[in-house]
């Protein structure tokens, strides 16, 4: 419940022209998909791909923000939803100050990814569904978490004991078990050029 005596200030600088001066449309790129399906990795790819163009972003991560802003949440399905309303908002302020965001999260639940869409201006939230089967990130187990949830060491697990509700409309699919990084990579940076968020 908000505060009466709380009350917005506009800044004389906008969104537009911390975009401009950046030469850049800010956006943020939302990595969705199940543990070990590669969301970290191509986020990564894609900054560093960036980088080298002279874009400026950042990167949220989820182990990293879990270990300062999120410390203290768990895995319960209403503390993913805190999670993620959280990554919403403090990436909303990244894209007022001009940045192009790029977040790596399972958020395994479809209503929140779009509670955090609707938090944004149309077009600023792009959707990249790592599409990778559940079996190829078994396989993977790059931290050894489906071992342990499958052992019962961790509970609600996404995949495991914990559903993951794949997206139904994503702006860009990654299927990784079917394609290079540098072919994924290419894949984003193409649709950002195209879609006017950065220059050719």
Known sequence: MSNKNIVWH????????????????????????????GKSTIANAVEAKLYELNKHTYLLDGDNIRMGLNRGLGFSDEDRIENIRRIGEVAKLFLDAGIIVLSAFISPFR??????RRLLEDG????????????????????????????????????????????????????????AIEESVEKIIDYLIKKGYIDA
């Open 111 to 116: 209503k929140e990814r779009d509670n955090v």
């Open 124 to 179: 600023e939230f792009i959707e990249v569904y790592i599409e990778t089967p559940l079996e190829v990130c078994e396989q993977r187990d790059p931290k050894g978490l489906y071992k342990k949830a499958k052992s019962g060491e961790i509970a609600n697990f996404t995949g495991i004991s914990s559903p993951y509700e794949a997206p139904k409309n994503a702006e860009i699919v990654i299927k990784t078990d079917k394609f």
């Open 10 to 37: 506009d800044h004389n600088i906008t969104k537009k022209q911390r975009s401009a001066i950046k030469q850049q449309k800010s956006c943020l790129l939302w990595f969705t998909g199940l543990s070990g399906s």
